[in-house]
């Protein structure tokens, strides 16, 4: 008896701020469902050589490395065409690029709002308008990677939590408008993965606290939510999840 191909045996899913971190393991599991990768990546082209080459060693020509820098609007327009290119179609596009600091009322600052909203607004809205006539044909599906902070703020980051909160209208917007060739959703996650400048223990200890589960999750818990998406929810659009532990709905302390 065959063995049942992949469910996304073939598929070509393009990842944006794939080289690291959430969007390395996003990467790692559609690979391992038999999709073919596009690892995008701005300033860290070591770590995305390597993860295209441990994909390859897997599965020959089933991932290629593509640097662009977000902010530029060229490089949005011309990205899903190089991909489009090398990998021969474009099933999915995971808007997961981001950038996340603090920006406390009084100390905002012009660049720093060009950031934050660039990065995760700008940047999603802008390639997946060049993605779209290909997605149309394939019958694809957009996925953004939101946060919880888009649906409930936090303290001194008012920037970052109104650009998450625009990704999550976006994503609600584009999928009226790109239906019903195109799917469109987000994923929300919570305290999935901490910031690379640390979370003292208190305050993680606090963060926990307050999900239902009592426990942090882990980016694998993303990446599976994202695999559910393109694999088994095809009568689902304009939805987000959010992959958090209870976080949303304000978990107590027991």
């Not at 940047?123 to 394939?138: D, I, K, M, V, Y």
């Not at 996925?143 to 001194?156: K, M, S, V, Y």
């Not at 393109?230 to 999840?241: E, H, I, R, S």
Request: proline share 6%.
């Amino acid at each position: 008896m065959t063995a049942a191909a992949p469910p996304l045996k073939d598929k070509v899913v393009l990842i944006t701020g794939a080289a690291r971190r959430i969007g390395a393991v996003i990467a790692q599991a559609f690979h391992a469902e038999g999709a073919r990768v596009a690892v995008h990546y701005h300033r860290s082209a070591a770590e995305a050589g390597r993860l295209v080459a441990a994909m390859n060693a897997k599965r020959p020509a089933s991932a290629a490395a593509f640097g662009a820098d977000l902010a530029d609007l060229e490089a949005l327009e011309v990205l899903p065409s190089s991909v489009i290119g090398t990998l021969g179609a474009l099933d999915v596009l995971v808007n997961n690029a981001s950038t996340f600091y603090p920006t406390p009322v009084g100390t905002i600052t012009p660049a720093q709002f060009e950031d934050l909203i660039g990065t995760n607004l700008r940047a999603p809205l802008f390639l997946s308008q060049a993605a779209a006539p290909e997605l149309r044909r394939q019958k694809g599906l957009i996925l953004n990677i939101a946060d919880i902070h888009g649906l409930r703020p936090l303290g001194r980051h008012a920037v970052y939590c109104a650009a998450k909160a625009a990704l999550v209208m976006l994503t609600q917007s584009l999928a009226r408008e790109l239906g019903p060739e195109i799917r469109v959703n987000a994923i929300a996650p919570g305290p999935v993965m901490w910031p690379e400048n640390g979370v003292d223990d208190d305050l993680r200890a606090r963060i926990v606290a307050r999900t239902a589960l009592k426990r942090s999750g882990s980016p694998d818990d993303v990446a599976r939510a994202a695999i559910f998406f393109a694999t088994g929810a095809p009568f689902v659009t304009g939805q987000v999840l959010a992959v958090d532990g209870g976080r949303l709905i304000g978990g107590e302390d027991r």
